[in-house]
Nanobody, 123 residues
Framework: VQLQASGGGLVQAGGSLRLSCTAS????????MGWFRQAPGKERDFVAA????????YAAGSVEGRFTISRDNAKNTVYLQMNSLQPEDTAVYYC?????????????????WGQGTQVTVSS
């Protein structure tokens, strides 16, 4: 079972990136999916999550209104659209598959983790 995150990179403040996370080895169409991020020297923080069926999507207050999570179960892929990026958004971004079907913001709710993709926002 593997979650492959991609789409990270270097972008100027105010720019946009779209992260993708594709699962292989099994389907996660019955699982909630989430995105987390970890900046150097900091804990891993919740970013956004979405229910198994694409409903119930929500984001952390720090990114609400700028970041949008979505999924395509036919492609076994979850996305994170990031707009109006700021230097404080710089981090390694991880996708994860939850143990259950309903979205949540706690790390303990997630069982499978991707390897992370670096997002760097320059000022």
């Amino acid at each position: 079972v593997q979650l492959q995150a991609s789409g990270g990179g270097l972008v100027q403040a105010g720019g946009s990136l779209r992260l993708s996370c594709t699962a292989s080895g099994r389907t996660f169409s019955n699982n909630a999916m989430g995105w987390f991020r970890q900046a150097p020297g900091k804990e891993r923080d919740f970013v956004a999550a979405i229910n198994w069926n694409g409903g119930g999507a929500y984001a952390a207050g720090s990114v609400e209104g700028r970041f949008t999570i979505s999924r395509d179960n036919a492609k076994n892929t979850v996305y994170l659209q990031m707009n109006s990026l700021q230097p404080e958004d710089t981090a390694v971004y991880y996708c994860a598959a939850a143990r259950g079907a309903v979205a949540g913001g706690q790390i303990s709710q997630y069982k499978y983790w991707g390897q992370g993709t670096q997002v760097t926002v320059s000022s």
